[in-house]
T-cell receptor, first 112, second 118 residues
């Protein structure tokens, strides 16, 4: 079945460590997105990518980095510069020209 | 300024009754789209319904309908015959288009927590 896989589901890291969240899709979608969700808040856009080797900052990109070396993959690195990284992270993808977004099941990151 | 406003942090409804979740939006674009998503406690985002700005008819999907009032910039979700499994967070979101490159993104409201009582 086609879909988006985010791994791991739960992630714990010590403060000051970089951590990379995985997002893989087999839908042949062109565009991919990373969103952050905090309790009681909606989703906020971190980064997005329309095509391979190209990506743009979203509304809250500081302290995060991404890469898009393959169409299927859009990993997100949460760096030590991110002041409050504990949150729920959702990856999404979309086929160009279609209105539908597909979301992964999310990664809950806890920094201690 | 918020582009998507959901004014109801929490809503309660009796099983089998209908409920309306409010959403207002702010945009100066002529072309846009509005979504409603359901997020259960497990965290995944479940697509419910979509309304394009040029769609003349209100969108419907099973028990879900979208009450689209363009002049008022509102896109309320109506759930008919509520079920216990409808208890979840509900998010309204709008497609924002970037003029260059054909890219777009989703902008979300803060959500409404719906509780269906037996």
């Amino acid at each position: 079945d086609g879909g988006i896989t985010q791994s791991p589901k739960y992630l714990f890291r010590k403060e000051g460590q970089n951590v990379t969240l995985s997002c893989e899709q087999n839908l042949n979608h062109d565009a991919m997105y990373w969103y952050r969700q905090d309790p009681g808040q909606g989703l906020r856009l971190i980064y997005y990518s329309q095509i391979v080797n190209d990506f743009q900052k979203g509304d809250i990109a500081e302290g995060y980095s991404v890469s898009r070396e393959k169409k299927e993959s859009f990993p997100l690195t949460v760096t030590s510069a991110q002041k409050n990284p504990t949150a729920f992270y959702l990856c999404a993808s979309r086929h160009t020209g279609d209105y539908g977004y597909t979301f992964g099941s999310g990664t809950r990151l806890t920094v201690v | 300024a918020q582009k998507i406003t959901q004014t109801q942090p929490g809503m309660f409804v009796q099983e089998k009754e209908a409920v309306t979740l409010d959403c207002t939006y702010d945009t100066s674009d002529q072309s846009y789209g509005l979504f409603w998503y359901k997020q259960p406690s497990s965290g995944e985002m479940i697509f419910l319904i979509y309304q394009g700005s040029y769609d003349e008819q209100n969108a419907t999907e099973g028990r879900y309908s979208l009450n689209f009032q363009k002049a008022r910039k509102s896109a309320n979700l109506v759930i008919s015959a509520s079920q216990l499994g409808d208890s979840a967070m509900y998010f309204c979101a709008m497609r924002e288009f970037y003029p260059q490159g054909g890219s777009e993104k989703l902008v979300f409201g803060k959500g409404t927590k719906l509780t269906v009582n037996p």
